[in-house]
């Protein structure tokens, strides 16, 4: 396990024993994915090894989403959001909106996601992209769940159904990529910030620019395994022990102790998905 200098707790040392022992959390791996079908135990294996003890398995279709919550019922460490992403929304069957609250109602599923707006790959019209997106966010309504949110290239119209919709509700901005303009937008819908493997390229000055400036009480940490490896290993599969170079960035980028970083994202965590 990977030690460190001995987290006290200050002030909420009720959540957080004193312990040698720093958690990390990964809030977004596919585990389902072909990608860990050689390698899936080992890959939790050695997340626990150095420290990621809670993996968050994201569900992006129906299938997928059921795939999550049998492997949150196979591992203490794992649980499962279920949701449709919006590339798999076209051909949805009817009655897909009850078999997602029927998954919801599963043990160990924490959220409803991952959904959203995709205009990068668009799968599916906008239109119907925006129409299960609205129903999945008032479902996670219903069932007071947080939501997960996917946007890629789709920034403007995330905003206006987020503001409209999802204003009040807890949600993450998963693998969040742009600047603090979008970030504060972001903040103030009321939703947390999941950073990934990219605020560990040496290039990336405006996630950099937010990791520094996002309040410590709004961040999370994410792999999105198996895509989006970060430094040094970009280009590759991703893994969930990745998450700790993600840690690692933000706590050099924050000026911060790497416990100290771990017990905030933890405690994010615990509090958001009442892990
Ligand atoms: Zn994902």
């Avoid at 991703?238 to 933890?266: K, T």
Wanted: proline share 6%.
């Amino acid at each position: 396990m990977l030690t460190g200098v001995r987290y006290s707790g200050h002030g909420h040392g009720t959540m957080h024993p004193v312990t040698d022992t720093i958690h990390l959390i990964d809030t977004h791996a596919h585990l389902g994915s072909a990608a860990f079908d050689a390698d899936r135990a080992e890959a939790i294996a050695r997340a626990t090894a150095v420290g990621v003890t809670r993996i968050i398995e994201i569900g992006y279709d129906l299938a997928s989403s059921r795939a999550a919550v049998e492997l949150a019922a196979q591992h203490p460490e794992i649980y499962a959001v279920v949701g449709v992403q919006p590339n798999h929304v076209a051909g949805l069957p009817s009655g897909w909106l009850d078999q997602v609250r029927e998954l919801a109602a599963q043990p160990k599923v924490v959220a409803i996601g991952e959904i959203g707006l995709d205009y990068y790959w668009n799968a599916a019209p906008a239109e119907l992209q925006e129409t299960c997106f609205r129903a999945q966010l008032h479902l996670a309504r219903e069932l007071a769940l947080p939501v997960v949110i996917h946007s890629r290239d789709a920034r403007d119209d995330t905003v206006r159904v987020l503001r409209d919709a999802a204003r009040g509700q807890p949600g993450i901005m998963h693998s969040f990529s742009g600047d603090w303009e979008y970030a504060r937008v972001c903040l103030d819908i009321g939703f947390h910030l999941s950073f990934s493997g990219p605020v560990t390229f040496p290039k990336a000055a405006d996630l950099h620019d937010v990791a520094r400036r996002a309040p410590l009480d709004r961040i999370l940490t994410e792999t999105d395994s198996p895509y989006l490896a970060p430094h040094p290993f970009r280009g590759r599969r991703n893994e969930p022990a990745h998450v700790r170079l993600i840690v690692e960035r933000i706590a050099l980028l924050r000026d911060l102790p790497l416990n100290d970083l771990a017990a905030a994202v933890w405690r994010n965590a615990e509090l958001l998905l009442r892990l």
